[in-house]
């Protein structure tokens, strides 16, 4: 069992910058794939970003591809998401995820979820 808690969100202007973090429960941390989704009012939760467990191998929606940047500290058991030169779009709830296995972006195959966290990019 993994518990998730993110932090770090917040208000932001348009084309500044935030770093998401992510703290996990657990003695398994580094076999678990991580994943960052985001969901905005009335749509539906959709994927950022991922990293393997070893944190190798990451992977980006082309919405944020150049962007945004995940990284994990295993021994921390941290994962975090640096998030630069934000636009409104960027705006929404943003939830860490864990699941056992290879990466995918369909967000039903993550088995454990934080409670997110609010960011919003505004003027």
């Known amino acids: 069992q993994v518990q998730l808690v993110e932090s770090g969100g917040g208000l932001e202007h348009p084309g500044g910058s935030v770093r998401l973090s992510c703290a996990a429960s657990?003695?398994?941390?580094?076999?678990?794939?991580m994943g960052w989704f985001r969901q905005a009012p009335g749509k539906e939760r959709e994927f950022v970003s991922a990293?393997?467990?070893?944190?190798?191998?990451?992977y980006y929606a082309n919405s944020v591809k150049g962007r945004f940047t995940i990284s994990r500290d295993n021994a921390k058991n941290m994962v975090y998401l640096q998030m630069n030169s934000l636009k409104p779009e960027d705006t929404a709830v943003y939830y860490c995820?864990?699941?056992?296995?290879?990466?995918?972006?369909?967000?039903?195959?993550?088995?454990?979820w934080g409670q997110g966290t609010q960011v919003t990019v505004s003027s």
């Open positions: 990293i393997s467990t070893s944190g190798r191998n990451t």
């Open positions: 657990g003695r398994t941390f580094s076999s678990y794939t």
């Open positions: 995820a864990a699941r056992q296995g290879q990466f995918i972006v369909t967000a039903r195959g993550y088995d454990y």
